[in-house]
């Protein structure tokens, strides 16, 4: 999606001004990913401004909604403090994704991060390409199966101020390993003095971290979940993945598919952006449509 021209004469016009309020105004108003589509038809100077008048978690949302070319050069009009700001903020694999994309200058930016974020993204980065664990988060909840249900309660609470995804939970052992996986609402509608061990609980399905994508879209498909616990070779939980990054992924690679069927040369642009995704859009869509139709009528059923 293109961004709105009056947006972009507006804040021409209020960095001419120096109207840093009404411009910080007009961006927050702006769902996040329009507000990338936005950034990515300023020039450096004013994407720069613009962006560093943001929150620090408004900005690395919006960073993560940015097509590669938009996020280097962005990154590279900001100080480096302020970069190293955004690169900590953003999520496991919003960072992961980032950084495969401009490898040349991989080795800096992970000189900005701090050294727990560092060592999660140099683990990230040293997955295989196309596997899950690249593309998994490594911040989530998991519960013990000793603890009662208020005390699982009060536990994500107190995660919920630092993991985004808190709706599905991980029951695990005392070594860490996957025993269950719980919907959060299913805890909150149980007597609070029972443990966590005796909640009736999904079967402890899951994802290796050396999956593949196409493992990864598969099971989300048979299942219908939005959320799948990523275990390693010991079953100890490491990570989750969710539905929208498979989705994303599997736009990507269906564009290129389609590309190669009728004979035509793969674009350099992001597939997103090109002419082919707006046939896709328009020709082929329901290949998407009818995946996303799928997942969004499961969770309306009540599934994860």
Not at 93 to 109: H, I, K, M, Q, S
Not at 163 to 174: E, G, K, N, Q, S
């Amino acid at each position: 999606m293109s961004a709105n021209p009056k947006h972009i004469e507006d804040i021409s016009v209020l960095v001419e001004k120096r109207d840093f309020a009404a411009l910080r105004k007009l961006v927050l108003v702006l769902p996040h990913a329009d507000a990338a589509d936005l950034f990515k038809a300023l020039d450096p100077v004013q994407m720069a401004v613009s962006f560093r008048l943001l929150p620090k978690s408004v900005a690395s949302e919006i960073f993560g909604y940015m097509d590669s070319d938009a996020q280097e050069a962005l990154i590279r009009s900001l100080s480096v403090n302020e970069a190293a700001e955004i690169l900590n903020a953003l999520s496991d694999d919003d960072r992961t994704a980032f950084l495969e994309e401009c490898p040349e200058d991989a080795v800096r930016l992970l000189g900005l991060l701090d050294p727990a974020q560092q060592r999660i993204a140099v683990q990230l980065l040293g997955y295989p390409k196309e596997s899950v664990g690249r593309m998994m988060t490594t911040s989530f909840v998991t519960l013990s199966l000793d603890w009662t249900v208020q005390q699982a309660l009060d536990h994500v609470r107190d995660r919920a101020k630092e993991v985004y995804y808190v709706h599905v939970v991980c029951a695990v052992d005392a070594e860490g390993r996957l025993v269950g996986v719980h919907r959060i609402r299913d805890i909150f509608r149980a007597d609070p003095s029972i443990k966590i061990a005796d909640l009736p609980a999904s079967p402890p399905l899951c994802l290796k971290v050396g999956s593949t994508r196409a493992d990864a879209l598969a099971m989300f498909r048979r299942h219908a979940r939005t959320i799948i616990p990523v275990v390693n070779a010991y079953q100890k939980v490491v990570g989750i993945v969710t539905v929208d990054d498979v989705l994303e992924a599997a736009t990507e690679e269906a564009t290129r598919d389609i590309a190669l069927l009728g004979g035509a040369e793969v674009p350099d642009e992001p597939l997103l952006e090109t002419p082919l995704m707006q046939l896709v859009r328009q020709r082929a869509g329901w290949l998407v449509i009818l995946f996303v139709g799928e997942m969004f009528t499961a969770t309306a059923m009540g599934y994860f």
